[in-house]
């Protein structure tokens, strides 16, 4: 009998539409020829306002890759509490929501009191790769080199006239110009922005307090580091891919460089020497260990090629998806085309599962 795999995407992210295309691309490699008599896809999506529909409408949604409109009402809290009567037939959940609420844990959680496997990392992998300061404090506890960085508070930019001031004298020092400034716990390049002068900084600051009580500074790693990024598979034994590099003419790879065709390319594999190459597999699976993740997780490095620094940017335990994604194609190029990789993704869930109980 095929596995019944519950598709979940969409979600309350500012992510939701990279999701039903992530969901499309998995749903496709979930049915490709070789899958068909292994799983049968059943799809739920998770309203912008946090409404799950079963496979009838979330049918629709991934075939027209147009999310449902949401209207302002406040959503009623006892439908909240609906799910799809679908929902208890699953036997694995495949989540391929990106963003807070989705990649975070949140929707981990509830797929372990609902003791059901499901694919990815579990509450801690999941909470801590979306937590920009939590995910540095970990990888620096475990000797992975970062940029300089410091935690900001929404209630340091927004509460007190005084303080704001001395906080940006101290971000100043500590960190220089340019400096990153980011919501802790988002993706996609969401409210980031690069700051160059104490007027951006001031502003930069401003505009993230608006997506996130928590907010991280970090020094720029280098002039203009190359991007490189290494997919990781597997649970407690991961094993890293070929390495992948984004090239783009933009000053940094902010949010419209990643979703405008034709924007960014992807080099895979990345034109670096054997032993780098190495060093970012090792620091990959280092990283992935690090926060207790599984399945699956995209780590992402700059790299100084006038000084041959490495540095560990971020990893991300639910990457962007769909087929011209950077984490399928870097399999493909490793050698495990897009079906099987799901297929892969499906067992280690059931494995993960059966390990916890
Ligand atoms: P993703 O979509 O991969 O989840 P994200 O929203 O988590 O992205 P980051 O990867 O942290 O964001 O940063 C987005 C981009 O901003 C980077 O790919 C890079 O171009 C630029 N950037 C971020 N931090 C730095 C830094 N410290 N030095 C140089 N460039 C940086
Ligand atoms: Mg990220
Ligand atoms: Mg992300
Ligand atoms: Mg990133």
Redesign the pocket.
Known sequence: NPLRIGLLFGGRSG?HEVSIRSAAAAARALQADSNRDRHQVLPFYLQKDGLWQGPAVAQGVLESGQPLPSDDRPVDRAALWQFPPEASTVDVWFPTL??PNGEDGSVQGLLQLMQVPWVGSGVLGSAAGMD?IAMKMLFAQAGLPQ?A?RLVTRSEVWSNPCVFPKLCDQLEADLGY???V?PAN???????A?ARSRAELEAALDSAASFDRRIIV?????G??R?V?CAVLGNDQPIASVIGE?T?ESE????D??YSDGAADLVIPAALPAPVVDRLQTMAKEAFLALDCAGLA?V?F?YVEATGEI?L??I?TL??FTATSMYPQLWEATGIPFPELVHRLVTLAIERHTVAQ
Do not use: M, Q
């Open positions: 992510e990106h963003g920009k940029v960085y340019p400096c990153f980011k988002l993706g996609s390049s969401v409210g980031i690069k970090e020094a720029a790693a280098g203009k580091p991007e990024e984004i783009f940094f790879y902010d949010y460089t990643k995209r992402d700059f540095f940017n971020e991300n990457p962007g």
